[in-house]
């Protein structure tokens, strides 16, 4: 099957998180949007649904940034809820 060269723009953050993702899961951006196309074939429209967040932006940016602290490892642990609230007093 012969193939085509492509070009998307996309944010850069983003392409950075997806390619991370991807090369988690034993792929490259390339495979990734081939099955991405064919699920769409397959399924005559996009392979999930597409709705509003229900969350504030707020909210989700906070989400983010906790889901970065804990995967830093130079952010401080506690074994307990009442060892951080003695460490905020």
């Given at each position: 099957m012969?193939?085509?060269?492509?070009?998307?723009?996309?944010?850069?953050?983003?392409?950075k998180q997806a390619t991370?993702?991807?090369?988690?899961?034993?792929?490259?951006?390339?495979?990734?949007?081939n099955i991405?196309?064919?699920?769409?074939v397959m399924r005559g429209g996009l392979p999930f649904e597409v709705t509003l967040p229900k969350y504030k932006q707020d909210?989700?940016?906070a989400m983010e940034e906790a889901k970065k602290l804990?995967?830093?490892p130079n952010t401080k642990r506690y074994?307990?809820?009442?060892?951080?609230?003695?460490?905020?007093?």
């Open positions: 012969a193939t085509v060269p492509t070009q998307i723009r996309i944010d850069e953050n983003l392409k991370e993702l991807f090369s988690q899961l034993g792929m490259d951006m390339s495979s990734a949007m991405f196309l064919r699920q769409c909210v989700l940016d804990s995967k830093d074994a307990s809820f009442s060892e951080a609230m003695e460490d905020i007093d």
